[in-house]
């Protein structure tokens, strides 16, 4: 898969972009603050609808402007694709799939592949449960449609279950708690779901990143994901109706997949308790390397991959097996400059220098 044309307007600092990309490896490269990673996010959104970042969309769309848009044209195995986003800041987005509009954001999802790796990605495995649970469900609903659909339904119910938390509390209606057990079949329902896959899903990404991260550290390291579920599909219904009274005086449900987590163990070791700055680095990148194969595997075709300034974080070992795991991916990079050694281990990169939100092609 790869992109072949992007063109923004009015989104972030760029007024009017348009760029056409290599098929191969892309450097988009210029001083700090230029709008680099912007060009990136605005990819990362055609695969799934919002930022990479967690930004509000009104934050998206260019200073003194009303809206923005994003066109982008890939090509897969399957043919040609086109995505269209339309931001505005006082309606919601329009979306568009070879120009037919779309309704939902999940429609976006399997259309394209992409594996966005950047700084704050190198610190996954030190960072909180979200950020685990976040790339757990980022990279299911790229390659399950019917995860996406059953990750949809369950925090909607979740919100629901919320909000007669609180109206139990104001009112203490007997019957309103009654209610609560209709609420929790249908979260079970879409719940157990969830931590099937999920686990399936973990098993899937173990048969693959045992052997890289092995070839990364020259044996010297045995990784394991290891998936951490809040409750089992045999437990889940159980640990809803245990904790159901501090549910409702917290007013949020502490037991299921949204309190989900992974570790990354080496043998019996906890590499986020007992793993160095260095080791912890080198398991988030097998991690990456491991998604990109997981797609390969399943989807038959590569996705395209963004690395966000991501080089610079990386010491000389880690960065030629990243590079080296390019070959036949469509990847484009994000950097302050072109130092020598990626200059020679990607002479063939096509090259955009960025200043001002003015990109030139070398």
């Excluded at 490896?25 to 990136?40: D, F, H, S």
């Excluded at 090509?75 to 800041?89: A, F, V």
């Excluded at 400059?337 to 070398?362: C, M, P, R, T």
Aim: include cysteine.
């Amino acid at each position: 898969m790869q992109i072949n044309l992007l063109e923004l307007k009015n989104f972030r600092n760029y007024e009017d972009l348009s760029i056409r990309f290599d098929k191969g490896v892309n450097i988009i490269y210029g001083e700090n603050a230029q709008g680099k990673t912007n060009i990136l996010e605005s990819i990362y959104m055609c695969c799934c609808g919002k930022s990479h970042k967690g930004s509000k969309e009104r934050e998206i769309i260019k200073h003194d402007c009303d809206e923005a848009h994003v066109k982008a044209e890939f090509k897969s195995e399957r043919g040609n694709c086109r995505i269209d986003i339309h931001l505005k800041k006082n309606k919601g987005k329009g979306l568009a799939i070879n120009r037919i509009p779309i309704r939902k954001i999940s429609e976006l999802y399997g259309n394209i592949y992409v594996v966005i790796f950047s700084t704050e990605d190198l610190d996954i495995i030190k960072r909180g449960p979200s950020d685990r649970r976040r790339f757990m469900d980022m990279e299911l609903c790229q390659i399950d449609p019917i995860y996406v659909e059953n990750l949809i339904n369950y925090n909607r119910i979740l919100v629901q279950r919320r909000e007669l938390f609180k109206k139990i509390a104001e009112t203490e209606d007997p019957s309103l708690k009654e209610s609560l057990d209709v609420w929790d079949i249908q979260l079970v329902r879409y719940g157990t779901e969830i931590i099937k896959r999920r686990r399936e899903f973990i098993e899937e990404l173990n048969d693959i990143i045992f052997d890289i991260h092995y070839g990364i550290t020259s044996g010297s390291e045995k990784l394991k994901l290891v998936y951490e579920p809040s409750s089992t599909e045999e437990t889940f219904y159980e640990d809803l109706l245990r904790s159901r009274e501090k549910d409702i005086y917290l007013r949020q449900t502490g037991a299921g997949p949204h309190r989900d987590d992974m570790a990354f163990h080496n043998g019996n070791i906890n590499m986020k308790t007992y793993g160095s700055n260095g080791q912890q680095r080198t398991c988030a990148l097998s991690l990456k390397l491991a998604e990109i194969k997981l797609i390969e595997k399943i989807k038959k075709e590569s996705p395209v991959l963004l690395l966000d300034d991501v080089l610079s974080e990386l010491d000389r070992n880690r960065q030629k097996m990243l590079l080296k795991a390019l070959t036949g991916t469509q990847t484009i990079i994000t950097c302050t400059g072109v130092d020598e050694f990626v200059e020679l281990e990607l002479k063939n990169a096509k090259k955009y220098y960025i200043k001002n939100a003015s990109v030139v092609q070398e």
